[in-house]
């Protein structure tokens, strides 16, 4: 197969992420359609780093600190959130186009490089996290970001270097920055993929690459210690800790089980273990080897992100039909295996097309969005209105509420249906809801009757999955409390109130926290009572 001119393909991957960028920036705005909630935790940690604040040092996530630091840069640069957002994923696209080039350039000849820059730079850009629902939404760009990352350092690792493009210098210092992005970004898919591109490297006798991946690894390693202090690796572990443990949300979709043999999935995991199989018998020994090591990993971070997307589907695609052995090798029942190889890639490109299709042209749904249906996502910031939300979601507050309450003629169901005893708060039950939709709306109207009641400047505890009170109003922003609550109570030292919500988000967390207030023996005395909410000062 015709070898990739180089310069051409570097070309190739600058216009895509110029068109793919390019169409996502032209509203001047962005607008989005789902997933409020994980904006508020997005812009609360993008706002915490703007002003200084380290990720795990200064605040409990699990996410590191790469996965916000682009936007966090456009943010501090004076630029609203919206466009800092969109400009964030157009430097990490930037940033990939060059890994993308060299894995690509490297390990794949004809229109081969061309479809996994593509592939590459679509990830960083795209305006929606995959699936197939047509919803634009930011939300866990970090995972599109962290599968690019992994898709250049898999490629390398599982495939031998065009003849006449070896440079293990390039290579390792690629890898190394990969990998390094990976464990800065989230570390999940660092620390699923990190042996199969050892053993990758090592089994292609590529071990200039290898070292050098590590040295580039460890030098990363050693700038955000000299930025971040030593004590930021022990609390990014303290985290991750925390988060496995977490009673609220150790895994955010399917269990392992499913992701692995439920109808939606098994499909997949077949082609992905027939690739194994059929690379061997074509004698493609060391390529099924790393595939088969590749295997837990892509269950594993699929299984950790939510959606439980099968992306890693569209790198198998590449690399099967890569590693294609010569047409006259046949295995012992006589099969073409250069066809059969072949048929298993498209395969893996025919299950996941629905979710790449969404991806790639994600920018171009943007376009079409009305605006006139949208409104700001932070009411009362000027500044970042470019971030906007469809008006329905934001404004219609809806809640769910059991219909086997006291009262209600059904309440013989609540026993046989296993309902758990409502919550109590001093003697008092807490009534059993959970909000829908609406979390502008509630966050707005919370803190402004608290600023009407005399709270402005309080550091108020919100014993809820969100803390994001501090967004909406004039409030102390809780050192070391978490944007997303996992698990403990992050942040309730420096806080001077304790809000209760009559109807949470998430009523498992609103319970946790008062289970864990009490448990310290500490009295929650009420200062305030409105329909949304109770507010109580620490005793």
């Keep these: 197969m015709k070898k990739t001119d180089s310069g051409r393909l570097f070309a190739f991957l600058l216009a895509v992420l110029a068109v793919e960028a390019g169409l996502a920036m032209w509203r001047g705005q962005l607008l989005v359609g789902k997933h409020e909630g994980d904006m508020l935790h ?45 400009y964030g994923q157009a430097l990490v696209g930037l940033c990939l186009v060059p890994l993308a080039w060299r894995a690509g350039v490297s390990r794949l000849t004809g229109y081969w490089p061309y479809l996994f820059g593509a592939v590459i730079i679509v990830l960083a850009t795209a305006l929606v996290h995959g699936q197939a629902e047509r919803s634009v939404s930011i939300s866990m760009h970090y995972n599109r970001w962290a599968w690019a990352a992994a898709f250049v350092a898999i490629l390398i690792a599982t495939l031998p270097p065009v003849e ?8 390792g210092i690629v890898v190394g920055l990969a990998l ?46 000299a930025f971040a202090g030593v004590g930021y690796w022990a609390a990014y572990v303290g985290d991750l800790l925390r988060v496995s443990a977490s009673q609220v949300r150790s ?13 939606a999935y098994l ?51 590449i690399l099967l039909f890569a590693a294609r052995p010569a047409q006259d090798v046949k295995n012992g029942f006589g099969w073409d295996m250069s066809m059969a190889v072949g048929l298993a890639g498209a395969a893996a490109f025919a299950m996941i097309v629905p979710s790449a299709m969404n991806l790639a042209y994600s920018p171009i749904r943007h376009l079409g969005q009305d605006a006139a249906q949208h409104t700001p996502l932070l009411p009362g910031a000027t500044l970042h209105s470019d971030l906007q939300t469809g008006t329905v979601r934001a404004m219609r507050v809806d809640k769910r509420v059991p219909m086997d309450e006291p009262g209600s003629g059904l309440e013989a169901l609540a026993e046989k249906a296993g309902r758990e005893p409502p919550v109590v ?33 309080e550091g ?40 209760v919500p009559n109807c949470p988000v998430h009523p498992k967390v609103r319970e946790l926290v008062l289970e864990r207030i009490s448990e310290r023996g500490d009295s929650l005395v009420e200062v305030d009572r409105t329909p949304l909410y109770i507010l109580l000062q620490k005793g």
């Design 42 to 86: 997005l812009l609360e940690i993008v706002f915490r780093m703007a002003d200084g604040e380290w990720p795990h040092v200064d605040f409990m996530t699990p996410i590191g600190f790469m996965a916000f630091a682009p936007i966090a840069l456009f943010v501090k640069l004076g630029a609203g959130v919206g466009h800092a957002i969109l």
């Design 164 to 171: 006449d493009r070896r440079n293990q210098t390039a290579d």
């Design 180 to 225: 390094a992005f990976m464990a800065l970004c989230k570390v999940t898919y660092f620390a699923a993929f990190i042996i199969p591109v050892a053993v990758g490297l090592l089994a292609h006798r590529q071990y200039r690459t290898f070292l050098l991946a590590l040295a580039t690894g460890l030098a990363v390693a050693a700038i955000v210690t």
């Design 251 to 263: 895994n955010p979709g399917e269990p392992f089980a499913a992701v692995v043999a439920a109808p």
């Design 267 to 317: 499909g997949g995991s077949i082609v992905l273990l027939m690739g194994v199989i059929l690379l061997r018998q074509a004698g493609k020994a060391t390529e099924g080897m790393v595939l088969l090591l590749l295997t837990p990993g892509f269950f594993y971070v699929t299984f950790q992100n939510f959606g439980n997307d099968p992306q890693w589907l569209l790198l198998l695609g």
């Design 425 to 457: 708060l001093n003697g008092e039950e807490l009534p059993r809801c959970e909000i829908l939709l609406g979390l502008p709306a509630l966050f707005d109207g919370i803190a402004t009757s608290l600023e009407e009641s005399g709270h402005g400047g």
């Design 460 to 499: 108020i505890f919100i014993a809820d999955l969100f803390s994001s009170i501090w967004l909406f109003g004039d409030f102390a922003r809780l050192e070391h409390g978490a944007p997303w609550y996992y698990g403990g109570l992050p942040g309730y030292e420096m806080a001077d109130y304790v809000l």
